[in-house]
């Protein structure tokens, strides 16, 4: 997928991978710089919610909450991606490479699965590119924004001077550019690992065993004599599908699926942790900052409702796809069980049967140990932030 490539070269270029790049000693240099100005967007932020003007006022504190978790998210992703380099380069190249002996149906759901990852990056891409430019934007079209900075911050130097607005105004610009390439970039991937090879694998999984349908005529049972009437023994005929079943075929399918589902939960999962807590933490914020708008701007309304889009969307997709593993994963077993493992060599049948032993345990996408990825959770999340919105709104009015 070309997708992929392309999301890896956004992702060399942000600081985050060394590929395709030479091992240089110059790139680790520049991930540690791209690093430490991220760092310090973060203590700006920091500083201006302990600031007493910025703390006082709780909804100046709780924009500036929210800006600073999705970018402690940005180090935490960076920071798993090049600790993970390996990891991410065996995935990308698993999902690029297209598997042999496909079948026409199983060749047509890797290209449906393509096409389905290649429609949600260019949605998902082109929110998160509306965001990068709208808040930096917003303070230069907005009325009576003059001297205005994008996100509330706090620096060591007089921001009113002419010099040093511009120096703060281009430390977030670039901050922000570096963000929203490194947090897109690094949830496609693992949409497209997930989609284009897991789910994709599973689809077909079913389709490669033969089942039983209906009542099937037993090959092992001796026919009557047509001339005494008597059972004779006849020669045992082949297995039906025997030059299938002689082929790896869906048990090598399956474990190669749960191989890559295991190498792409230890790839992402440390950073996925920290996005879903950054995840509920914003929605709540923004779902207070909107609420306590009392006048309407198209500009400042338009880039928190966008902002709020994001966050779900972000939660959302995780979560989706998520689902999508957790349920195709648990059709193995019932796929194991429908296929025609009578008529099935015996190597056949005890590879089935540790098939249906792993397929018990399905396979999920977790953030870390604790939180596993799904529709479910998707609601329990948004009855969370939802009330400590509840809770923000009853502190303010108070």
């Known amino acids: 997928m070309e997708l992929v490539r392309l999301l890896l070269r956004l992702m060399h270029w942000s600081g985050a991978l060394r590929h395709p790049s030479p091992a240089t000693g110059c790139y680790p240099l520049y991930s540690a710089g791209l690093l430490a100005l991220t760092a310090c967007f973060v203590a700006t932020q920091v500083a201006a919610v302990v600031d007493r003007q910025a703390g006082a006022d709780l909804d100046q504190a709780t924009l500036a909450l929210c800006v600073a978790s999705t970018m402690c998210v940005a180090i935490c992703k960076v920071l798993n991606i090049l600790r993970s380099e390996q990891l991410f380069l065996r995935l990308a190249h698993e999902v690029t490479t297209q598997p042999e002996g496909l079948s026409a149906w199983e060749r047509a759901a890797w290209a449906a699965s393509a096409r389905r990852v290649r429609r949600l990056s260019a949605v998902y891409g082109a929110l998160a590119a509306s965001m990068a430019v709208t808040w930096p934007a917003a303070p230069l079209v907005a009325a009576g924004g003059g001297g205005a900075l994008p996100f509330v911050a706090r620096f060591p130097f007089d921001v009113g001077a002419p010099a040093g607005y511009a120096a703060a105004f ?44 209906g009542q099937c005529p037993n090959p092992w049972r001796a026919a009557p004599h047509p001339r005494h009437g008597t059972r004779r023994r006849r020669r045992r005929p082949p297995a039906p599908g025997a030059a299938q079943w002689s082929t790896p075929g869906w048990p090598y399918t399956h474990v190669c699926c749960c191989s890559e589902a295991e190498c792409l939960n230890q790839a992402v999962g440390g950073a996925l942790l920290p996005q879903v807590v950054a995840s509920a933490a914003g929605i709540c914020f923004l779902l207070f900052q909107v609420a306590k708008k009392t006048s309407f701007h198209v500009v400042e309304t338009g880039k928190l409702l966008g902002y709020l889009t994001f966050m779900l969307s972000q939660l959302l997709f995780y979560c989706w796809f998520g689902d999508d593993m957790l349920s195709k994963s648990e059709r193995v077993a019932l796929a194991a069980y429908r296929c025609a493992w009578p008529g099935a060599p015996t190597n056949f049948q005890r590879s089935l049967l540790l098939v249906s032993m792993r397929a018990r345990k399905p396979l999920t996408l977790r953030a870390g140990k604790f939180f596993v990825f799904s529709r479910q959770a998707f609601v329990q999340v948004m009855n969370v932030s939802y009330s400590y919105f509840t809770v923000l709104r009853s502190l303010s009015e108070s």
């Open 170 to 213: 281009a430390f977030q610009l670039v901050v922000v550019g570096v963000v929203a390439v490194v947090v897109p970039c690094s949830d496609l991937f693992t949409v497209a690992c997930v989609s284009a090879r897991c789910c994709a694998s599973w689809s077909a999984a079913p389709r490669r065993a033969p089942r039983n349908r």
